[in-house]
């Protein structure tokens, strides 16, 4: 009885190394798999972004704006082809970052082009020409320095402008200058033109995949109401992707040259924005869009209503380097 006894525990003492070392061999699996959860979930956190602007001070953002815009029109059995190219390059930096994390930012403009075609008729605008017999470049280049100060909070929403007053001035004597750029004839219009700039801020923290809409309306350009899809396509790095699908609404009257109006456009926007996470700045734009419009008035020769129909089609390219 002995013998076995010894026996029985000869063999217990020989399987306690084994197990020390299949518990060890447990614990690491154990360790390793909640590693690798670990790091799963970091990861996961990690394709989470907030979009918000932080902003630093004495930091400078160059933006530069290029629409190419073509209508096709019929009016009286006729047909007419318009086409606008227009360059903007302006200027934000930011002076202080304020008690209450809004910014003080300032804004002023370095160049304005404006290209158009009517018909086969050119006409060109541009700030930094040297042709002085044209006097649209002079106006032009009577707002380039003026400068604005205004206060932005970190979703890029105007809480007030100073300094608009001597850009609608300059605007007020030129009609043709003023409905080609409307966003500088009052507060309220420049607040809708910088609110739209950053209407791309979600509610909350997004990921790849993630889809908000946010909408705006600018009275400046016939009431036009937009409401902008986006889509996570991308994070990488500090850079997020986003697809952005837009309807877009116009009904409202207009008078041009005595004559009254009423035109109705609908339409669609489509392209990507490439926005930098670490200070929220839109860093790259490409967007197309294309609207159905019609006009109604009145004929000028017989007094009858009439219905003229318009296609516009637009391209907007932004591009922004931060300084």
């Not at 798999?33 to 979009?51: M, R």
């Not at 507060?187 to 990921?207: L, R």
Request: hydrophobic fraction near 40%; aromatic fraction near 6%; charge should be neutral.
């Amino acid at each position: 009885m002995l013998c076995c006894e010894n026996s029985i525990f000869d063999n217990i003492n020989s399987i306690k190394p084994k197990l020390k070392i299949f518990r060890m061999k447990t614990k690491m699996i154990t360790l390793f798999i909640a590693t690798l959860l670990l790091f799963a979930n970091t990861l996961h956190a990690e394709s989470k972004v907030l979009l918000r602007l932080n902003l630093q001070k004495s930091t400078t953002y160059e933006m530069t704006m290029n629409s190419d815009n073509t209508i096709d029109q019929e009016m009286m059995g006729q047909k007419m082809k318009i086409g606008q190219k227009m360059k903007m390059v302006y200027y934000f930096q930011v002076l202080d970052v304020l008690p209450n994390k809004n910014f003080l930012i300032e804004y002023s403009i370095s160049q304005i082009k404006i290209d158009m075609n009517v018909n086969g008729q050119d006409i060109n605008m541009d700030s930094e020409s040297s042709d002085t017999s044209n006097p649209m470049n002079a106006s032009l280049k009577s707002l380039v320095g003026n400068k604005l100060k205004l206060e932005i909070n970190q979703k890029g929403q105007v809480q007030w402008v100073v300094g608009l007053d001597e850009f609608a001035k300059k605007l007020s004597g030129n009609q043709q200058l003023a409905q080609s750029m409307p966003m500088f004839t009052d507060e309220n219009n420049f607040k809708s033109f910088i609110g739209q700039t950053f209407n791309y801020f979600p509610e909350g923290d997004v990921a790849k995949g993630n889809k908000w809409s946010s909408s705006f309306k600018l009275p400046s350009m016939m009431n036009m109401e937009t409401v902008m899809n986006f889509e996570v396509a991308d994070i990488k790095a500090d850079q997020v992707t986003l697809d952005v699908t837009s309807d877009v609404n116009i009904d409202a009257p207009i008078e041009q040259q005595g004559m009254k109006m009423d035109i109705k456009m609908t339409g669609t926007q489509t392209g990507k924005m490439v926005i930098d996470q670490t200070d929220g700045w839109l860093r790259s734009s490409d967007l197309t869009q294309k609207l159905d419009a019609k006009i109604k008035m009145k004929n000028p020769q017989s007094g009858e209503d009439m219905e003229i129909p318009m296609i516009v089609n637009s391209v907007t390219n932004i591009t922004v380097i931060k300084k």
